[in-house]
């Protein structure tokens, strides 16, 4: 008998339970009949004994228990999560061997890649590692230790931001790993843009990776003329549109005066003028421009994750569906409008519902030319849906 201590599902949820998913939650499994730490490796049984999985238990999470393996004969110890650190690792050096190396990278996805609350970003010399999980916490040390052997880098930024730390039923913390250590401005190359991100002062883990390829296949199928880009952040989608795409006029909006500033830099250093950039909220923003009757040859919609629980799910359908129908009405015929959504929670096919009542709403044909996700570097695990959170449409508008 293991002496690793042991869950049991509810035997309600039994039927049900697709046992490959990582997360398990408070309502699926029976009360431990001896108390457990948070923190500690457990077992996962149905009621009737058959083994499931093991994983760390938190009785202070939604997530009661994060499973991290289904493999009985396997231990969970520090030699197996830098097993998978390395698999991670080897698999973006493969890619990278075929399709160039990147400056910057999402070298571990969190249940993409069987690490279920861990996001690590390099961003040229310095890594950004992401914990939302305490299951993840528990290793950190010795995940440091691993990334300071083999990758060369500068300087390591921990991070667990409110929100998490606040699900996870402990304390928020942004830590260097050698603090004071000169400067937290990453330098690097997407495409052909030059980026300098300060690290300490951006949103998430300092840029979207996400979106690379994305801004990229965007820019091939933009129309000579006129570029909207909605939730511009750091400017992204403009700056490879300016370098990639026959654009005249930029227009980019975005609520938050940290990331226009920085946007706004952006330009400056990859010799890109002109753009003018707005403060403001883009469901106003766009009515506004839709009563001034103002149109664009392109439109590129990146909002912010609209649905983080699932009872906001309805009202982030009719958000997208708002905001899109102000763009489509936007657009000149044959325009191209980039619509992207963030939200795990709203599935693919509900997305495209959303695209479809826009269509017959506004009578509008709409193609979708390309209907992608995130980049090949945020692989997803087949078990976990919700992290095919990315949705991102190119379509042409008649
Ligand atoms: N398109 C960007 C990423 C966008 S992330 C890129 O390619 O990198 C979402 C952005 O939406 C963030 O920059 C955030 O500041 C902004 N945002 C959040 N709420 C907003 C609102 N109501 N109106 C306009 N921008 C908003």
């Known amino acids: 008998m293991s002496s690793v201590p042991q869950l049991v599902l509810d035997s309600k949820k039994s039927r049900h ?21 948070a923190g500690q490796v457990v077992e996962l049984l149905q009621p009737n004994g058959s083994w499931i999985g093991r994983g760390v238990y938190n009785p202070n999470s939604r997530v009661r228990l994060r499973l991290l393996q ?15 650190l390395s698999s991670a690792l080897q698999f ?5 061997c075929t399709s160039g190396e990147l ?38 040390e010795q995940i440091l230790d691993w990334l300071q052997q083999n990758i060369a880098i500068d300087n390591i930024l921990c991070v667990m ?95 938050s005066q940290r990331a226009l500033e920085a946007a706004e830099q952006h330009a400056a250093r990859n010799a890109v003028e002109g753009i003018e950039f707005q403060k403001a909220d883009c469901f106003d923003y766009l009515q506004q421009l839709v009563q001034e009757k103002q149109t664009f040859d392109n439109i590129v919609l990146d909002p912010p994750r609209m649905a983080g629980h699932r009872s906001q799910i309805n009202s982030a359908l009719r958000a997208y569906h708002r905001l899109n129908l102000s763009a489509v009405n936007l657009l000149r015929p044959g ?49 976990c849906p919700e992290s095919d959170y990315l949705k991102c449409f190119i379509c042409r508008v008649d």
């Open 92 to 96: 973006r050096k493969d890619r990278e």
């Open 103 to 140: 400056e910057a990278v999402r070298m571990v996805n969190s249940e993409g890649d069987g690490l279920s609350g861990l996001v690590i970003d390099r961003f040229a010399n310095y890594l950004v590692l992401q914990f939302t999980s305490l299951a993840m916490l528990k290793w950190r």
């Open 161 to 255: 931001d409110d929100n998490a730390a606040k699900q996870e039923g402990t304390e928020p913390f942004s830590i260097w790993q050698q603090e004071g250590k000169g400067s937290t401005i990453a330098n690097f190359r997407e495409h052909d843009v030059e980026l300098t991100v300060d690290l300490k002062a951006a949103q998430k883990t300092g840029y979207y990776l996400d979106q690379r390829t994305n801004r990229m296949q965007a820019s091939l199928a933009m129309q000579p003329g006129s570029l909207l880009d909605v939730c511009c952040y750091q400017a992204g989608f403009s700056l490879v549109a300016a370098k990639h795409a026959q654009i005249e006029r930029i227009v980019a909006v975005d609520s």
């Open 17 to 37: 339970f697709d046992g490959r998913h990582p997360w398990v939650l408070a309502n699926s499994i029976q009360e431990p009949k001896t108390e457990i730490e």
């Open 335 to 383: 325009g191209t409008l980039v619509t992207c959504s963030c939200s795990g929670r709203v599935f693919r096919e509900d997305f495209w519902g959303v695209l479809s009542s826009v269509a017959k709403r506004s009578r509008r044909r709409i193609q979708v030319i390309e209907s992608r996700g995130a980049d090949f570097d945020h692989p997803i695990d087949v078990n």
């Open 70 to 84: 289904w493999q009985p004969e396997q231990e969970l110890n520090t030699e197996w999560i830098c097993s998978q």
